[in-house]
């Protein structure tokens, strides 16, 4: 863990002090992730994640 965000996600706090949200496009994202791991499909999953984690650095880090 990183010091002192023991209790959530690194991206997640980012954009929780930078009080954005990326409102359609995360929920897509989110959509896509979901259907990836009901479809068992790991490889899919993984990329779609990394990407999504990847997509919310950078929108955060636009807006700090």
Known sequence: ????????????CYQMLVLTYRGEIA???HKAL???AMARDSALARDLLTRHINNG???TLEYM
Not at 1 to 11: E, K, M, R, S
């Open 27 to 29: 929920r897509q994202e």
């Open 1 to 12: 863990t990183v010091t002192g965000v023991q209790t959530c996600a690194l991206p997640i």
């Open 34 to 36: 979901f259907d990836a």
């Open 57 to 59: 650095l950078t929108h």
